[in-house]
């Protein structure tokens, strides 16, 4: 069993829908929780990061973990074309030493 | 400020060759790791230098192998190339190690075995 588990998609929505993208992992040391996200042809980037069971808002982003359940996601709200990528969860035990990636889901926004 | 490089972008071998990607750093990063990128497993951390020495590694065959030179430019090499080995390679780099810094991507290098 994969320590952190993504749905790979390819999730395919309208513009301006709420998008929910989801991970649940089974290391319960894991206690960073970050969302990058990869355009064609790039590396990933840093989307959003946190530490502690909860939302944290950014924009349009808001990324939740809920630790009791191994669960975290990521809304996007007022989805846009510029969104469609790949979307790919991360997570940090407490040593910083290694980051382990989910598989990443494809999502398409349409115009 | 220039972000991460990596060099070759794209690269075809055959089985039992060897290759090295080079990856060249954001200015000031002293950090360095390797993932491989494919469809089946994303993202899997190979290692982790910092100051020219390998701090982490991940659980990949003796095959991978990388160093770090004094400017904090990596190279990463894999000899005997198996046809499994085709993936995207990706470096990142960041300010330190043993923190919870940004790890900042390159564009990748494409390797294609055949």
Not at chain 1, 13 to 37: D, H, K
Not at chain 2, 38 to 44: A, D, N, R, S, V
Request: hydrophobic share 30%.
């Amino acid at each position: 069993q994969k320590e952190v588990e993504q749905d790979p998609g390819p999730l395919s929505v309208p513009e301006g829908a709420i998008v929910s993208l989801n991970c649940t992992y089974s290391n319960s040391a894991f206690q960073y929780f970050m969302w990058y996200r990869q355009y064609s042809r790039k590396g990933p980037e840093l989307l959003m990061y946190t530490y502690s069971s909860g939302n944290k808002e950014d924009g349009r982003f808001t990324a939740q973990v809920d630790k009791s359940s191994k669960y975290i996601s990521l809304f996007i709200r007022d989805s846009q074309p510029s969104d469609s990528a790949t979307y790919l969860c991360a997570m940090i035990s407490g040593g910083y030493q290694k980051v382990t990636f989910g598989t990443g889901t494809k999502l398409q926004v349409i115009p | 400020k220039a972000g991460v490089t990596q060099t070759p972008r794209y690269l075809i071998k055959t089985r039992g060759q060897q290759v090295t990607l080079s990856c060249s750093p954001i200015s000031g990063h002293r950090s360095v790791s390797w993932y491989q990128q494919t469809p089946g497993q994303g993202l899997q951390f190979l290692f982790e230098y910092f100051s020219e020495t390998q701090r982490n590694k991940g659980n990949f065959p003796g095959r991978f192998s990388g160093r770090q030179f004094s400017n904090s430019r990596s190279e990463m090499n894999v000899s005997t190339l198996e046809l499994g080995d085709s993936a995207l390679y990706l470096c990142a780099s960041s300010l330190a190690t043993g923190t919870l810094n940004e790890q900042f991507f390159g564009p990748g290098t494409r390797l294609t075995v055949l």
